[in-house]
């Protein structure tokens, strides 16, 4: 396997592995949010991954800009633009039950109802996110090395 599939697969981990670190109160509190968020940290992760950063990552190394200070860069709005997303679908989702079987699974008595969602239009609500694609975006870079053949 080379090493920009490399890159591809593990550099999203990153998300979900700062989350479980950064959630850890939450486990002991309430177990299945604590796992649902993880879940949603991974997809999210892996959807910005694929549909944001592959794109960019073939066209900037096509151009042959491969500088590491575009990494951060690139993460930073692959992250904003999946928070974004996110921030418009998931409320939807869950109002419109199309994720009931998901969260049958992991509601474990907690009522979705309570499950504070911040507002997409919150400017510092996508601080977080626009750091978080920064990480992956310099991980993706340090794995891949679109700077050598």
């Known amino acids: ?11 999203p981990l990153t ?21 649902f968020g993880l879940l949603i ?5 892996y959807t910005g ?3 944001v950063g592959a ?5 900037l ?8 200070w575009l990494a951060p860069v690139v993460g930073s709005m692959a992250g904003v633009i999946i928070a974004m997303a996110l921030a418009a679908i998931l409320p939807l989702a869950l ?23 911040a507002q997409p239009n919150a400017r510092e609500a996508l601080v977080g996110p626009a750091m978080l694609g920064a990480l992956v ?3 993706l870079w340090l794995i891949g090395r679109p700077d050598q053949p």
Do not use: C, D, K
């Open 15 to 35: 998300v979900p592995l700062l989350m479980s670190a950064l959630a850890l109160q939450i486990l002991s509190e309430v177990p299945s949010l604590y796992w």
């Open 95 to 117: 109002e419109s039950g199309i994720l009931t079987s998901i969260a049958q699974i992991f509601a474990n008595g907690a009522r979705w109802g309570e499950v504070i969602i």
């Open 1 to 11: 396997m080379n090493r920009h599939i490399t890159a591809f697969l593990l550099a």
């Open 55 to 59: 794109p960019a990552y073939v066209t």
């Open 41 to 45: 940290a991974a997809v999210a992760s």
């Open 137 to 139: 975006g310099t991980v």
């Open 49 to 51: 991954a694929i549909f």
């Open 61 to 68: 190394r096509l151009r042959g800009l491969t500088a590491f």
